[in-house]
């Protein structure tokens, strides 16, 4: 395991400003749509290598193949992550833009995490929750693109259950909110 987060690390280690990449980082198993991370501008060094292995563990959970940006991919995503003070709370912004084959914009995903009190340095507020939950809405949004699902489709009533699903999110700038956009092209 430690192992395959070194592989990841370097892999996407390219991504960052300092520029080195490795050409031998493609996750095992699955087959379908590849997508290569370009870049993940932003965050220092130590949030960075977290970002990093927060996306490896989260893709596997989707079945989705991230391979070398060096490689051919159907994706492409450039991301891109700032922290900043807003009214004494730390808010991590992030970006994914998200580029097809034919290297045009398909896809912009973008949203905010709260994270928490600010202290002397905004990215210490960018602690594994928070990564998470911006590698989820983020890999959220592209697998729903690359499935052909429509972002504001309702989602299929379980099995053998009758009625609407019922699901309660709080609205956009309320206390908590996580925003998520999309826009195409």
Request: aromatic share 6%.
């Amino acid at each position: 395991m430690a192992a395959m987060l070194l592989v990841a690390a370097c892999a996407l280690g390219g991504c960052a400003n300092n520029g080195a990449a490795s050409d031998s980082f493609a996750m095992a198993g699955g087959s379908g749509p590849t997508v290569a991370f370009e870049s993940i501008d932003g965050p220092p060094p130590q949030v960075f290598d977290r970002m990093v292995s927060v996306l490896d563990s989260e893709s596997k959970l989707r079945n989705l193949l991230i391979v070398s940006r060096e490689g051919g991919a159907g994706y492409r995503v450039r991301s891109y992550l700032s922290a900043q003070i807003v009214r004494g709370k730390t808010m991590i912004s992030w970006v994914w833009d998200v580029y097809d084959a034919n290297q045009q914009r398909a896809l912009r995903l973008s949203g905010e995490e709260p994270g928490g009190k600010a202290g002397r340095d905004a990215w210490a507020a960018a602690d594994d929750l928070v990564l998470r939950k911006i590698a989820q809405s983020g890999l959220s949004g592209l697998t729903t693109m690359i499935n052909g699902t429509p972002a504001d489709a309702p989602p299929a009533p379980a099995p053998g259950r009758r009625g609407p699903a019922v699901a309660s999110a709080p609205a956009f700038g309320e206390s908590g909110a996580v925003a998520l956009g999309y826009s195409a092209n």
